[in-house]
């Protein structure tokens, strides 16, 4: 599949890599895939970005996706969910920051190996996402797969990063809209999938 990415997609890969290094994390997300596309400059994710003022709140984009893997990973809706259930997350956060520092919930480092120390295997999310985006650049009739495909397959998926892009404004339909015109250009028509 990567052959069948544009230079830029390429980057934004490679990048995300770099982001999951930086951060110490033994594998890579779909936030350091947001990560690599938010870094990215005179592409069409970075038009949508600027267009939907999501390149100017970067700082709280970051916050929001640091405040959600202090809470282990869970999205806003699942601590929604959770509470609904009678379980207070924040409390359950606070008490364990308590008693192990913060940031215990949030994904422990990992011990490298020796022959493995640079590899970093991306996870099924980020895999998903990546299957996502020829699914979106197939299903819009595009030849290859280019980085406002990973962007719209974020925005398609469930969890903490399509749920921080949509409170950033950056939902499917906004970020298509921005990128690609009023109808979606060609073949638009693959939307939220499970």
């Avoid at 008490?95 to 991306?122: C, I, N, Q, S, Y």
């Avoid at 969890?159 to 950056?170: F, M, N, Y």
């Amino acid at each position: 599949m990567f052959e069948q990415f544009t230079e830029e997609a390429r980057r934004v890969v490679t990048e995300s890599v770099g982001h999951c290094r930086r951060a110490g994390e033994p594998s890579v997300t779909e936030e350091h895939l947001l990560l690599a596309l938010l870094d990215q400059r005179g592409s069409r994710a970075s038009f949508a970005f600027a267009a939907l003022g999501v390149a100017d709140r970067r700082a709280s984009v970051e916050s929001a996706l640091g405040d959600a893997r202090r809470r282990g990973g869970l999205s806003r809706s699942e601590t929604e969910a959770l509470a609904g259930l009678g379980i207070d997350v924040d409390r359950v956060v606070a008490t364990a920051e308590a008693a192990h520092g913060r940031a215990a919930l949030a994904p422990a480092g990992f011990v490298r190996r020796r022959l493995l120390r640079d590899h970093r295997p991306f996870s099924p999310a980020a895999k998903g996402a990546l299957t996502k985006s020829l699914r979106i650049a197939v299903g819009r009739g595009d030849r290859r797969i280019g980085g406002e495909h990973v962007l719209l397959a974020l925005t398609a998926g469930h969890g903490v990063v399509a749920e921080v892009l949509a409170d950033h404004g950056a939902t499917y339909a906004t970020v298509e809209r921005a990128m690609f015109g009023e109808d979606g250009g060609a073949g638009g028509n693959l939307r939220r999938t499970a």
